[in-house]
């Protein structure tokens, strides 16, 4: 089978879908690959790196492969470069792409990466979402730091002493943990709030302080039921006042604040308002990682760094894996072989099962049908 790695067109994706160690791998497992010249140049990735595993370099990825891979969705122009019955691998934004009847009105099988059911244990070494998100979190706290005109840990000189930084972390998913260790290893003091009550004991294990919100045995059950799948949950209104209280008090008084919290489908819930953002010192710095889908923070822009009346900087960086983009390919690009190996039967040959649960999670469209479930 050949398959194609097109260069991503989207502005600001500097990632790959493979790199030259997965493609010695694909090439190893009998299949032809070929590279569009420059797809890994933004990654580190040169094209000769490609052509030493036995890569074929060309101007049009999608050419003659019937199994195409990429970070971002194709588009426009790009779906109508494939012919009936190609697959494509890459991440959707399935719930707001707009374009997924062009996908299946061009008879093209898409498998979406990001609806990888996370509870299921033979997944994990394919979860994009998460390989990612341990890098943002990782880098939103460089990020910021860079932007904070101060320092992170307690500093006892001759002129006096430097008091840490205060950082808090909303949101203790992969990302959020990994941006606890990061503030903590750079001497900030760390404080961490999340729906899921569960994620105490990783933030206290972290060296991170837990911002504590009463909950009604209801509420635990909800929250309970929800970690079971891997995401967040509702809550109800007086859990919402409750939280808002103790987030207000926590935010105002921190120096560095970083949002984390995700919604699949749906958009960003909104974790900070104005009127706490406007309590916040001067030259605080909140960075918003949900700017993409709405943002977890009123006021925030995607692309932009917005400075309030009151001196506070929120920082609506998107796609921080990009600024990784070394890493975050290699992450990626393992994650994208180890579920591209389901789609090949014992004898080695191209199987779309509809049957296999990875896969039937993750096909979203599929003999001329859009099959996902919008809601």
């Not at 970070?71 to 019955?85: D, L, N, S």
């Not at 990782?138 to 990020?143: E, G, I, M, P, T």
């Not at 206290?204 to 059950?221: C, F, I, R, T, Y």
């Not at 014992?346 to 649960?357: G, T, Y």
């Amino acid at each position: 089978m050949q398959i194609g790695i097109p260069a991503e067109t989207v502005v600001g994706e500097n990632r790959v879908a493979a790199t030259p160690e997965t493609v010695k791998k694909l090439i190893s497992a009998g299949h032809k690959v070929v590279i569009e010249r420059g797809a890994g140049v933004k990654a580190a990735y040169i094209d000769s790196a490609y052509e030493q595993v036995g890569a074929t370099m060309t101007d049009d990825a999608y050419t003659g492969s019937q199994l195409i891979l990429k970070v971002r969705a194709p588009k426009g122009e790009e779906i109508q470069k494939m012919p009936a019955h190609t697959t494509v691998v890459a991440m959707f934004d399935p719930y707001r792409n707009t374009e997924l009847d062009q996908f299946a009105a061009q008879q093209v099988s898409a498998f979406a990466l990001e609806l990888l059911p996370r509870t299921l244990s033979r997944a994990q070494n394919m979860d994009v979402l998460s390989s990612q998100a341990n890098l943002a979190g990782y880098k939103s706290v460089l990020l910021a730091a860079n932007e904070y005109q101060r320092m992170f840990p307690m500093l006892m000189t001759a002129a006096g002493t430097v008091k840490p930084a205060r950082v808090v972390i909303m949101g203790v998913g992969v990302a959020g943990l990994q941006a606890i260790a990061t503030a903590k290893r750079l001497g900030a003091v760390v404080e961490a709030t999340d729906l899921r009550p569960t994620a105490k004991e990783q933030v206290e294990s972290l060296g991170g302080k837990w911002l504590d919100v009463p909950m009604s045995a209801e509420e635990q059950q909800k929250a309970a039921d929800a970690a079971k799948n891997g995401y967040g949950w509702m809550p109800g209104e007086e859990y919402i006042r409750d939280q808002a209280a103790i987030v207000d008090k926590a935010v105002s008084n921190a120096d560095i604040v970083i949002t984390t919290a995700l919604l699949p489908g749906r958009d960003a819930p909104r974790l900070i308002k104005a009127e706490t953002v406007a309590k916040m010192k001067p030259g605080s710095v909140i960075l918003d990682m949900a700017v993409e889908t709405g943002g977890n923070v009123e006021g925030s822009k995607c692309a932009e760094t917005v400075v309030t009346e009151n001196g506070v900087k929120i920082l609506g960086i998107p796609n921080i894996p990009a600024t990784l983009s070394t890493e975050a390919s290699a992450l990626y690009a393992r994650n994208v072989y180890n579920f591209v190996e389901t789609l090949f039967d014992n004898e080695k040959n191209f199987a779309i099962n509809q049957e296999d649960e990875i896969q039937n999670a993750l096909l979203v469209t599929h003999g001329g049908q859009v099959l996902l479930k919008r809601g």
